[in-house]
């Protein structure tokens, strides 16, 4: 009866080890014995310890494969060489030992050509140290275990273990690597010959900084030197004074929180701009917009045609209509681009799309640049697929003019503001609107999509601004101030504020969840034509009929003084240039502000 109890226990066990992903569960508790008294528990605690993992190099085998030690070597350096882990230079410090050693014992081993070869290959990284240099060229000479014994120094290796010291955490890491492969020969030699000294370390997660005037010793924690280089910038590179009686850990990590604070409160970092020109377009230029991936350039004009630029050197060129059958690409599959683009000389550099019966007032790209929508006076938004360079849908549901179309976040629907005074939410599956928003009192002149694409917001004529819900279609929130039709708007990415602006010359900014006003930034001198938030959401940039660009940190938490002009305090970059009229700004990745518009004619004479 006890007997079955006991292997009912050892099933149950084994089960539970499997679901738990634990292997060669039934060879480990095959034999195991249920009930230990206190002599063999103490025993077997002794034997795990002194044959566990972190004895690996004690557990080495005694016999390895000297052709083996060229490649456990190179990975070993290799591996120490090309990581920026602190510890790894550390570790780096058992290469010279080990190099040593195992020359010896191929030497030891008569293989000559392995000598050589070992030889050739690594000895040049140990000439930079004198004491180093001399042993290694003692070692060019001896070819036989008879002259390994005649050089007292070489016979000193043999005699004596080589003492490296570590940190633990390095003794860890050098640990954890040799178990990671087969190392045997690496093994052997370090439970052979040399002799690790494992030393406490005594420094804390937070602890950033070494004592003054003593060298930095390896640090315990993986992101310390990160940490401490931007910290030590921040102190004018500079150790920091710890007071009396504070933990060092603890003065660090305020030197740090401080630090943040001050990026974080300080002025902003101007943005890099970067203009696009249109040159002779005779005041056809109605719209114009760069894609997420910068590598496109659309416009649309009063000819009725939308044009695309290449941004890049790759010239625009339709995909081949070849249809198979047998192959269908899913969404993981990664579509190498044609090489041969370029060499075969064929695309150009810009497409002429056409499908429109009417000037074109808007041109908007999907969010992975793959089509284009435009919306035009015709009454209808047109898609563009940007393979084939076609059009491939037509929407119709407004019965006047179309002024603005914008594509949610992630392309699942677009919608569209018109002179019907409606504004309409569509998907890219059907031709007619899913949704349909009337409560404006004159056109729909803008639309945007705040960023989780459950509300959008719509500006108008009417000089009001609303946000709707995209689902339910109602009106959520209604903000009344301007003193012009509304022509521009923008969402922060971090979802909180609402942007608009139009021909009052203002650019307001809404808070969402009060749904109050928060700054009135006065500074253009024109119709403002275009707004962007910065990707962090502290700046937005203002686009105007005055030819100027001006950059808003709206945090205006450094305290900068107001601008001569008579501009909002807020106003922290002002750029103009020889145009015509700037037609768009966008904020993309790295800090780069992209402008779109028209470049100023010079004069015949």
């Not at 949704?435 to 803008?446: E, I, K, N, P, S």
């Not at 929130?477 to 602006?501: C, E, I, Q, W």
């Amino acid at each position: 009866m006890k007997r079955v109890r006991t292997e009912q226990i050892q099933y149950a066990v084994a089960q539970y080890l499997k679901r738990r992903q634990y292997v060669d569960t039934d060879g480990s508790l095959k034999g195991a014995k249920l009930f230990q008294s206190a002599e063999e528990m103490a025993a077997s605690l002794t034997v795990q310890t002194e044959s566990g993992c972190a004895n690996v190099v004690s557990a080495a085998p005694c016999q390895s494969e000297p052709q083996q030690y060229e490649t456990q070597y190179s990975r070993l350096r290799s591996f120490l060489s090309e990581t920026d882990i602190s510890w790894a230079k550390e570790v780096s410090s058992i290469l010279y030992p080990l190099f040593v050693y195992l020359h010896l014992d191929l030497v030891h081993c008569g293989l000559k050509g392995a000598v050589d070869g070992f030889y050739g290959r690594f000895h040049g990284a140990f000439l930079q140290d004198g004491e180093q240099r001399a042993t290694i060229e003692q070692l060019r000479h001896v070819l036989t275990a008879q002259d390994v014994a005649a050089n007292p120094k070489l016979r000193a290796f043999l005699e004596h273990k080589y003492v490296v010291h570590l940190t633990e955490p390095a003794y860890s890491y050098l640990l954890r690597y040799l178990q990671s492969e087969d190392n045997s020969g690496l093994c052997r030699a370090l439970s052979t010959h040399l002799q690790v000294e494992v030393t406490a370390s005594r420094r804390t997660d937070y602890e950033l900084y070494g004592a003054a005037g003593a060298p930095n010793p390896a640090s315990s924690w993986p992101g310390a030197d990160g940490a401490d280089g931007a910290a030590a910038a921040a102190a004018g590179g500079e150790g920091v004074e710890v007071p009396a009686g504070v933990p060092q850990s603890e003065a660090a990590l305020e030197a740090l929180q401080d630090c943040i604070k001050k990026v974080r409160e300080g002025p902003p970092t101007l943005t890099t701009v970067c203009f696009y020109a249109f040159h002779h377009t005779e005041q056809t230029l109605n719209a114009a917009e760069v894609s997420a991936d910068s590598r496109l350039l659309a416009a649309g004009f009063d000819s009725s045609t939308v044009k695309l630029w290449s941004l890049r050197p790759r010239k625009l060129k339709a995909r081949a209509h070849q249809a198979d059958v047998s192959r269908i690409h899913l969404a993981c599959d990664v579509l190498e681009e044609e090489a041969d683009d370029e060499e075969d000389g064929s695309g150009s550099e810009i497409k002429t799309l056409r499908g429109h019966s009417g000037p074109v007032f808007r041109a908007a790209f999907l969010t992975d640049s793959s089509g284009l929508l435009s919306c035009s006076e015709d009454t209808t938004i047109r898609y563009w697929d940007l393979g084939s360079f076609t059009n491939t849908a037509l929407y119709r549901g407004h019965a006047y003019p179309v002024w603005d179309v914008d594509v949610s976040p992630c392309s699942l629907y677009f919608a569209s503001g018109s002179h019907d005074r409606t504004a309409r939410l569509w998907t890219f599956s059907r031709t007619y609107p899913l949704r349909l928003y009337a409560g404006h009192l004159a056109d729909v002149d803008c639309v945007k999509f705040h960023p989780n694409s459950s509300y959008l917001a719509t500006g108008s004529t009417d000089k009001t601004v609303r946000l709707w819900s995209t689902q339910q279609g109602a009106s959520v929130r209604l903000f009344t101030g301007h003193r012009g039709p509304v022509l521009s708007l923008a969402f922060s990415p971090d979802g909180k504020y609402l942007a608009s602006a139009g021909e009052d010359q203002r650019v307001k900014l809404w808070d969402l969840a009060s749904g109050t006003l928060s700054k009135d930034l006065r500074g253009h001198t024109d119709s403002v034509t275009s707004l962007s938030f910065s990707p962090d959401s502290s700046l937005v940039a203002s686009s105007s009929a005055d030819n100027s660009v001006r950059v808003w940190d709206i945090r205006n938490s450094h305290g900068a003084a107001a601008p001569a002009d008579g501009s909002s305090g807020e106003l922290v970059g002002l750029y103009t240039g020889n145009s015509s009229g700037v037609l768009n700004v966008q904020f993309m990745a790295c800090n780069l502000l992209l402008v779109t518009g028209t470049a100023q004619e010079k004069a015949e004479p």
